[in-house]
């Protein structure tokens, strides 16, 4: 099952709508993507914590029909 | 769950760095997880791996046990580092090496 580069960024732009989110779909199979996500909410946090955040976002299709998503997360410089 | 937990927490406690992959240090099943190994072997510290894809109660276990939906995941001296993104990232800032100096885990000479 894949999912759309438009359903990531609108399910990561619910949770946290302040974020600049750039998606790229690496293989163009729909499968294995790259995103950066950067968010004011992320600002003092661990990576790990970060990262939660979106995973948290993406409701449980991380690791499930979204097997690949490079994840790069930061606050505004 | 509480027996997989209870395994989980005795692997990070008895291994100063342990990685949950798929494969194993010599032959990694994932791109992600030989992307791990690789960086773990050229900051040339020692570490254990458990491989998820030959037990599926692990697998699922070991992301519950750290809110995290995907493997690998690495943990050094009992904490949750992160997964393959992370660990790419803070090798490349040099954090990584930080790390494992502050957790004192001795780098061993290379050849």
Known sequence: MAMQATDIKALIQEALPDAQVQIEDLAGDGDHYAASVVSESFRGMSRVKQHQIVYAALRGRMGGELHALALQTSAPA | ?111
């Not at chain 2, 769950?1 to 240090?25: E, F, H």
């Not at chain 2, 943990?75 to 992160?82: A, I, P, Q, T």
Request: with cysteine; net charge negative.
């Open chain 2, 1 to 111: 769950m509480a027996d997989i937990n209870a395994r989980i927490q005795s692997d990070i406690d008895t291994n100063p760095v342990m990685l949950y992959m798929k494969g194993n240090a010599m032959f990694p099943q994932c791109g992600f997880s030989a992307r791990v190994v690789q960086i773990l072997t050229h900051a040339g510290v020692p570490f254990k791996t458990a491989n998820v894809l030959e037990d599926a109660e692990l697998r699922e276990g070991v992301k519950t046990f750290s809110n995290w939906p995907t493997i690998p995941q690495l943990y050094v001296k009992g904490e949750f580092v992160g997964g393959c993104d992370i660990i790419t990232e803070m090798f490349q800032t040099g954090e990584l090496q930080k790390l494992f100096t502050e957790a004192g885990v001795e780098a061993k000479a290379q050849a």
